[in-house]
């Protein structure tokens, strides 16, 4: 698989959200992007505020734009806040610096799309994120 599937899209965003909903999470909002950045499955649980897709596909995108999860984006954002900006404006605003962009990877480390989840804590969305990944029996890369 050189891109993450729909299937797979799928069986990641139902592990997901289950994990949020066992965790007692506000609703998410889940994005599953391929490698080129094109959305492979979204879901917005009933409940969700607004615009809650857009920052989920920015944490996702940013995450594949610079090969890194949003949680070490943040961390590069707070040591060199221009060059964040700078890339933001890049990418178009399509980049949201806080935990919850994991990078999906297979069995060998090739690269396979990006997870953006929102919708509670930066921290329990990053959790949710890892959990839909792992479900999938894939590798999931926060940092």
Same mark, same amino acid.
């Given at each position: ?22 965790a007692g999470l506000k609703p998410l909002t889940v994005?599953? @992007? ?5 959305? +492979?499955?979204?879901?917005?649980? =009933? /409940? #969700? ?5 857009? *920052? ?14 949003s949680r070490s984006i943040m961390a590069r954002a ?16 399509? @980049? ?5 962009? +994991?990078?999906?990877?297979?069995? =060998? /480390? #090739? ?5 953006? *989840? ?26």
């Amino acid at each position: 698989m050189t891109s993450i599937d729909l299937e797979t899209a799928r069986t990641v965003v139902a592990a997901a959200r289950a994990h949020g909903q066992q965790a007692g999470l506000k609703p998410l909002t889940v994005v599953v @992007l391929d490698t080129g950045g094109h959305v +492979v499955a979204a879901e917005r649980e =009933d /409940g #969700a505020s607004m615009s809650r897709f857009e *920052i989920a596909f920015g944490k996702a995108h940013g995450a594949l734009a610079l090969g890194m999860g949003s949680r070490s984006i943040m961390a590069r954002a707070e040591q060199q806040a221009y060059f964040v900006a700078a890339v933001t404006s890049a990418v178009g605003g399509s @980049l949201v610096p806080v935990p919850g962009g +994991v990078l999906v990877r297979d069995a =060998d /480390g #090739a690269l396979l799309g990006a997870v953006g *989840i929102t919708g509670d804590t930066s921290d329990n969305d990053e959790a949710a994120a890892v959990a839909g990944i792992e479900s999938a029996g894939l590798t999931a890369q926060a940092d």
